[in-house]
């Protein structure tokens, strides 16, 4: 089982930048695809971004190109969303999600093991 540890949540402003990373520990992540999904009050999850660790390759949401970029770094089994142009709209919890079997899909039910999320806040 793969754990899942999220950070760098915030109060930032409209037009800032932000980096969130996720930790993971426990076996090992190849073949894993490791994904961001976002919840704002009041609306359903929502998929961000997701990135093959094995390969590299990502698949991301149409809301958020452009303007959030997914990427990883295998020797510290981080994940990091690095978020640019933020605006009021992308105020909601952060989670990172893992799957094992390689799906690179924004379905969450696809995915395994979830954080616990990290907050962030765009303020206008």
């Known amino acids: 089982q793969v754990q899942l540890v999220e950070s760098g949540g915030g109060l930032v402003q409209a037009g800032d930048s932000l980096r969130l990373s996720c930790a993971a520990s426990?076996?090992?992540?190849?073949?894993?695809?490791t994904a961001w999904f976002r919840q704002a009050p009041g609306k359903l999850r929502e998929f961000v971004a997701a990135?093959?660790?094995?390969?590299?390759?990502?698949y991301g949401a149409d809301s958020v190109k452009g303007r959030f970029t997914i990427s990883r770094d295998n020797a510290k089994k981080t994940m990091y969303l690095h978020m640019n142009s933020l605006k009021p709209e992308d105020t909601a919890v952060y989670y990172c999600?893992?799957?094992?079997?390689?799906?690179?899909?924004?379905?969450?039910?696809?995915?395994?093991?979830w954080g616990q999320g990290t907050q962030v806040t765009v303020s206008s």
């Open positions: 999600a893992a799957n094992s079997r390689g799906l690179l899909t924004g379905i969450a039910s696809r995915y395994d093991a």
């Open positions: 426990g076996r090992t992540l190849r073949n894993y695809v």
């Open positions: 990135i093959g660790w094995s390969d590299g390759n990502t």
